[in-house]
Structure formats: structure tokens, C-alpha cells
Nanobody
């Protein structure tokens, strides 16, 4: 299983970023996918989840209305569109999935929101 995130960077407050996670090594369209984030000194938190066919999504209260998770099963890729970014969104963002009782994580991509 390999999950490779990309798209992070430095953005000003109010700006937007789109994260991507390319998946391989498993049957992508069989499993839900999630985005997590971890800020310095804080625990890793769940940001958003999407079901295997992309018809059901869930979000942390802190990002509802600003972030959108989506997936392209033909490209084995999951996305996180982040709008109206705030300094408190600064964190390393991780793509994740899990099956047979085992979680899998990408290496993470840094998102920094600062003026």
C-alpha cells in the first residue's frame, strides 16, 4: 500500500489549496479514504472522510463549509479542496485508509497559512 500526498504549501489567510493523494497497492474503489492533519504540539485529527463510491462524506466541524473531499476512482486519487484557509489550518496533512484492521498513512504534506 502506498499513499503519496502532494499540493501543500504556503498560502495567505483566505486563500485556497488543493491537496491530492495518489494511492496504489490496493483496490482503491473498495475502501473509504480520509484526510487527517496534525499541527505542532497537537494530536492528529480527522478532517474529512469519503466512502468508497464518493457519495457520502463527513467533515470535522472546524472545516465544514470550507473544505471538500472528493475522489476519482479511475485515477486512484483522493482530493481535499481547502478554501477560506485560516492560520489554525496550519498542519501536516495526511491521507489515510484502512482495512483488515490496519491503518495506512501517507508521508504527509505541509500546509502553512500565514501572511
Amino acid at each position: 500500500v502506498q499513499l503519496v500526498e502532494s499540493g501543500g504549501g504556503l498560502v495567505q489567510p483566505g486563500g485556497s489549496l488543493r491537496l491530492s493523494c495518489a494511492a496504489s497497492g490496493f483496490t482503491f474503489n473498495t475502501y473509504a479514504m480520509s484526510w487527517y492533519r496534525q499541527a505542532p504540539g497537537k494530536e492528529r485529527e480527522l478532517v474529512a472522510t469519503i466512502n468508497r463510491v464518493g457519495r457520502s462524506t463527513n467533515y470535522a466541524d472546524s472545516v465544514k463549509g470550507r473544505f471538500t473531499i472528493s475522489r476519482d476512482n479511475g485515477e486512484n486519487t483522493v482530493y481535499l479542496q481547502m478554501n477560506s484557509l485560516k492560520p489554525e489550518d496550519t498542519a501536516v496533512y495526511y491521507c489515510s485508509t484502512g482495512f483488515y484492521g490496519k491503518p495506512y498513512w501517507g508521508q504527509g504534506t505541509q500546509v502553512t497559512v500565514s501572511s
